[in-house]
């Protein structure tokens, strides 16, 4: 599976940006499509994450009610519509997938990861 993220920019603070991800390869019904953000010297945290099969959605508590995260089964593709952003959103953006995550919201339970696309929110 190869995954391509896109849609990062700058943005001033209470813009929006919509993320896309595109899968290629084979994706199973069984996987979770994550996205995670890192920013210097910290660990990548995670966003939030849909399930392929299902649409099941899961959200990081400080993008709850400001991101969402869709699929679109026929394209292959993950989407982040990110609204209200603000300053601390800004950091790196990546996309991951498993066909077996163990946890949602860990990073190494994912295999398969895309390049990041950067996100700059400005005050």
């Known amino acids: 599976v190869q995954l391509q993220a896109s849609g990062g920019g700058l943005v001033q603070a209470g813009g929006s940006l919509r993320l896309s991800c595109a899968a290629t390869g084979r994706i199973f019904s069984s996987s979770m499509m994550g996205w995670f953000r890192q920013t210097p010297g910290k660990e990548r945290e995670f966003v939030a994450g849909v399930r392929w099969s299902g649409g099941t959605t899961y959200y990081a508590d400080f993008v709850k009610g400001r991101f969402t995260i869709s699929r679109d089964n026929a394209k292959n593709t993950v989407y982040l519509q990110m609204n209200n952003l603000k300053p601390e959103d800004t950091a790196v953006y990546s996309c991951?997938?498993?066909?077996?995550?163990?946890?949602?919201?860990?990073?190494?339970?994912?295999?398969?990861w895309g390049q990041g696309t950067l996100v700059t929110v400005s005050s």
């Open positions: 991951a997938t498993d066909p077996n995550t163990w946890n949602v919201r860990e990073a190494r339970a994912y295999d398969y």
